[in-house]
């Protein structure tokens, strides 16, 4: 199965926010976007991945977070317009990230409106979106959120403790079966910023409930670059992926990750690779980061 990994799109706004919206967090937000992040983040540039990521009907796609840019209601409407034109509900994983929780906002008017593509096959979210559980064919992607509002400048990311521990539920359901699991969370797992104040806060928490569970790949976002990592889970060094922003041309090109996973001989097979669209030739290129065998 091929899993393509795209992530921080930063969906452009295109409803001016009133004047109320704006006396919080989100002046800063909006003076960012308006300034800068607007002219970097362009949807034209999402739309040629896409259409790449579709030539594989087969395939499945993760959205690790950073959807929108402000958490406006009229963001999330768009952002449901914009990916339901692209991916039917079996086709998209997504996950919050911090811009997505931007500020305090009604359930009903944000990540609600995106619920198809957190569908899940467990029992455990007790009334949440978060955690989910989504099982295809032997891969199982356990989807988390890490976003929580922090102050202006910041933006680190939590996990609560109603969802550790339906996180430990799921992870032990999954244990009796040779699942493929993979994690989704939008802030990576290894230390970001001065003294972590831009990263997972409690992420020694969410690694000791991994050390009993084997995990095999990790999926995040927030850094906006490629990341490449591994943290080291019951003995094992388990591969950590960031994507880079899906939506910002970096050095003359587009990119995003690829994940080839089968079974063979009821052992796990994965193949990394990057994805590149080189502005300058109009052309994508492929290479691969990694392969891996796991017993």
Avoid at 92 to 121: A, F, Q, W
Wanted: hydrophobic letters at 35%.
């Amino acid at each position: 199965m091929i899993i393509s990994h795209i992530s921080d799109i930063h969906l452009p706004i295109t409803v001016q926010p009133s004047f109320s919206d704006l006396l919080n967090k989100r002046l800063f937000g909006y003076i960012n976007h308006t300034s800068n992040r607007k002219k970097i983040h362009d949807i034209e540039n999402l739309k040629m991945i896409f259409h790449d990521i579709l030539k594989n009907p087969d395939g499945h796609t993760i959205l690790t977070g950073d959807i929108v840019n402000l958490s406006l209601r009229s963001e999330f409407e768009s952002a449901s317009d914009f990916l339901g034109s692209y991916f039917p509900k079996e086709k998209l994983s997504i996950i919050p990230g911090n811009h997505d929780n931007y500020v305090k906002c009604n359930y009903e008017d944000s990540m609600y409106m995106l619920r198809r593509y957190t569908s899940d096959n467990s029992d455990h979210r007790q009334g949440s979106l978060f955690p989910y559980l989504k099982l295809i064919n032997d891969i199982a992607i356990v989807g988390i959120s890490t976003a929580v509002t922090s102050p202006p400048l910041m933006s680190w990311g939590r996990v609560s403790e109603i969802q550790l521990n339906a996180i430990t539920e799921i992870l032990h359901s999954l244990s009796k079966d040779n699942y493929f699991i993979i994690l989704l969370l939008h802030h990576p797992l290894h230390e970001f910023g001065f003294l972590n104040f831009k990263g997972l806060l409690n992420k020694n928490s969410l690694i000791k409930i991994l050390n009993d569970f084997n995990i095999n790949l990790i999926l995040h976002g927030h850094l906006h670059t490629e990341s490449q990592k591994k943290i080291s889970l019951k003995d094992v060094d388990v591969p950590c992926f960031g994507a880079p922003s899906t939506s910002r041309a970096d050095g003359g090109k587009l990119t995003f990750l690829k994940y080839n996973i089968d079974k063979v001989n009821d052992k796990w097979r994965l193949k990394v690779y990057r994805r590149s669209y080189i502005m300058q030739t109009k052309k994508f290129e492929t290479q691969i980061l990694m392969s891996n065998t796991y017993d």
